[in-house]
């Protein structure tokens, strides 16, 4: 049985000098970025922020929990219009909309988890896919929602700062990542944390150590939906304008895909899954843009396919992207970036004791923001301190 000394010193936010040098340098690069790039270069680092944020939850979910989902972009929506609407109809600032809104979500989260406590696999995949259709067709047809017109966001502020240019909004939202992503590994560590990845290896063997099954994944549920709440709220601020028609399938089995894309139950295989998939979401559209490539594309659609296939070229190099990387790697991105630290630093004896325990299956997840961040290496039991 471990020491509790053993387990506060699992539970620290950073362990070691080494650690703390990489997040130092990290917030370095991060603050600098927008005074070197130019706008839209801040834009998409906005957007694949807020993936981040949808993907930090949708780990807790699927990778900690074990649990399926494919109505997320449903919870992206309320988060979205409850910031809207309470700055509009209620006048409350951005500031107090947010978190609210986070709040919301969580509650519906909790509600769509009532039904996984008796569905599992494929059944609780369609339950959340009617869900996330449902959210869309209802603000479709309601005049308070703006119908399928959508709703125009309005100015917002953070005290004096204005928040409407990208760089306010980069700090706001990259900030907002960065804290959630520490909240995400500092929960992954505590007894809520190891009661998720109980779970996700057996309900049977975690209730018969006393682990309150029921609660913990109507828990999951109401945290994974928070964070897509508050993910929602950041996307209605950096777009400007927010429609049922942004919050498709298709981008709830994006937001599955990056999770399992990343490496399940790695927080840092979810940051990267999260800004891949997130940038390639932006930027697929653009592929027959590409030197070389793009030419070549238009030449194969017009010999092969049909004018309007182009565009659905980005959806096929992201599939075969996806594919391709779960071949070579079953753990994903993350897998793939410790494999690689461990070859350029000699210590490849360690490469799947590091990868087991950060994404593997009763693993502990990893550090707080990124690859860099080391794994917990903690058991996937439900043990942890005395209640206080």
């Not at 953070?158 to 760089?167: A, F, K, Q, T």
């Not at 809520?192 to 913990?216: H, N």
């Not at 004018?307 to 959806?315: C, D, E, F, I, K």
């Amino acid at each position: 049985m471990p020491s509790p000394s053993d387990y506060y010193a699992d539970v620290q936010l950073l362990r070691g000098r080494r650690s703390w040098v990489k997040l130092a340098i990290l917030l370095v690069v991060l603050i600098a970025l927008p005074l070197i790039l130019p706008g839209y270069r801040i834009f998409t680092f906005n957007y694949m922020a807020i993936f981040v944020i949808v993907g930090l939850g949708m780990n807790i979910l699927v990778g900690d929990t074990g649990q399926v989902s494919l109505g997320h972009a449903g919870f992206l929506a309320i988060g979205a219009y409850t910031t809207v609407l309470m700055m509009t109809e209620l006048g409350a600032p951005f500031v107090l909309a947010l978190p609210v809104a986070g709040f919301v979500t969580a509650g519906f989260g909790f509600l769509l988890g009532l039904p996984a406590l008796r569905l599992h696999g494929p059944y609780l995949a369609i339950v959340t896919l009617g869900f996330g259709l449902a959210v869309t067709q209802i603000i479709g047809h309601s005049r308070i929602f703006g119908g399928h017109m959508g709703l125009v966001v309005p100015s917002a502020t953070l005290g004096p700062i204005s928040l409407s240019g990208d760089v306010p909004q980069y700090y706001l939202i990259v900030g907002t990542a960065l804290v959630l992503a520490m909240c995400a590994r500092n929960l992954s560590v505590t007894r809520v944390g190891r009661a998720f990845r109980a779970i996700r290896d057996s309900e049977i063997a975690a209730a018969t150590m006393g682990v309150d099954v029921a609660y913990y994944k109507t828990l999951s549920f109401a945290l994974s939906a928070a964070f897509a709440g508050i993910a929602g709220g950041l996307l209605a601020l950096m777009t400007g304008f927010i429609s049922p028609g942004v919050f498709t399938f298709l981008l709830s089995l994006m937001f599955l895909a990056m999770v399992v894309f990343g490496g399940l139950g790695s927080i840092p295989g979810a940051v990267l899954g999260s800004i891949v998939m997130g940038y390639l979401n932006l930027e697929m559209d653009a592929f027959e843009e590409l030197p070389f490539l793009g030419p070549a594309l238009e030449s194969f659609s017009a010999r092969f396919m049909s004018s309007a296939g182009l565009p659905n070229v980005g959806w096929v190099v992201t599939g075969g992207l996806i594919v391709l990387t779960i071949l070579v790697e079953p753990k994903g991105l993350h897998g793939l970036w410790v494999r690689a630290e461990a070859f350029v630093g000699g210590g490849k004896g360690d490469t799947e004791a590091s990868i087991g325990g950060s994404a593997g299956p009763g693993g502990a997840s990893a550090g707080s923001g990124g690859p860099s961040a080391a794994s917990s290496g903690s058991s996937a039991g439900p043990s942890g301190p005395p209640a206080e």
